[in-house]
């Protein structure tokens, strides 16, 4: 056990000083964009779990301009917009941000309150622009000649048939129950 953890302690010693360069996403050399942040499957996640991340991982990244990806697109964004326009309008006792929860601040703290306004401009700004990039992905989508029921058809046949798709969704069950199981002998 002092063996394997003096390996792990020089290996952490190893890395924490070596300075990471973000590369990801991965961006051409001539994109003025940088990437990001850093990713490394190896360092930043568990043996155990490598094998199932890197396959949901590339199952996600091969999904292309697919009926179902416009779906799903569609389906999580919108709540995420709701999401953001609840917050700009601020309704009371739902949150703590929002035009109308800074506004009926004015009387009891003017300086909360103006603090409050321009968290809700910033949610204002995220809300509009949130909305643009909906009409953007939504005229795309419309000129891909993707439809619900194409969505519907992909996911029928394409994802629950995908062996890659039902191998990581065993391996993520498989790995559920086996956590849940030790817990309970744990007790």
Same mark, same amino acid.
């Given at each position: 056990?002092?063996?394997?953890?003096?390996?792990? /302690?020089?290996? /952490?010693?190893?890395? #924490?000083?070596?300075?990471?360069?973000?590369?990801?996403?991965?961006?051409?050399?001539?994109?003025?964009?940088?990437?990001?942040?850093?990713?490394?499957?190896?360092?930043?996640?568990?043996?155990?779990?490598?094998?199932?991340?890197?396959? !949901?991982?590339?199952?996600?990244?091969?999904? #292309?301009?697919?009926?179902?990806?416009?779906?799903?697109?569609?389906?999580?964004? /919108?709540? @995420?917009?709701?999401?953001? &326009? &609840?917050?700009?309008? %601020? &309704?009371?006792r739902? %949150?703590?941000? +929002?035009?109308?929860?800074? &506004?009926?601040?004015?009387?009891?703290?003017?300086?909360?309150?103006?603090? !409050?306004?321009?968290?809700?401009g910033?949610?204002?700004?995220?809300?509009?622009?949130?909305?643009?990039?909906?009409?953007?992905?939504?005229s795309?989508?419309?000129?891909?000649?993707?439809?619900?029921?194409?969505?519907?058809?992909? /996911?029928? @046949?394409g994802?629950?048939?995908?062996?890659?798709?039902?191998?990581?969704?065993?391996?993520?069950?498989?790995?559920?129950? @086996? +956590?849940?199981?030790?817990? +309970?002998? +744990?007790?």
């Amino acid at each position: 056990i002092a063996k394997s953890s003096e390996r792990k /302690f020089q290996k /952490f010693l190893k890395f #924490s000083l070596k300075t990471k360069e973000n590369n990801w996403p991965p961006l051409p050399k001539f994109s003025p964009v940088n990437p990001c942040f850093y990713q490394d499957f190896e360092e930043e996640i568990p043996e155990d779990y490598r094998r199932i991340c890197k396959r !949901m991982y590339y199952l996600w990244m091969c999904t #292309s301009d697919s009926s179902f990806s416009f779906f799903f697109f569609f389906f999580v964004f /919108f709540f @995420q917009v709701a999401v953001y &326009i &609840i917050q700009t309008v %601020g &309704i009371p006792r739902w %949150g703590n941000s +929002g035009w109308i929860a800074s &506004i009926s601040m004015i009387r009891s703290n003017l300086a909360v309150a103006v603090v !409050m306004m321009v968290v809700a401009g910033f949610f204002t700004v995220n809300a509009a622009l949130a909305v643009v990039l909906l009409k953007i992905v939504h005229s795309k989508y419309r000129r891909t000649g993707a439809s619900f029921s194409k969505a519907q058809q992909e /996911f029928s @046949q394409g994802v629950l048939t995908n062996r890659s798709f039902q191998n990581a969704a065993s391996s993520a069950a498989t790995s559920a129950a @086996q +956590g849940a199981f030790s817990r +309970g002998q +744990g007790n």
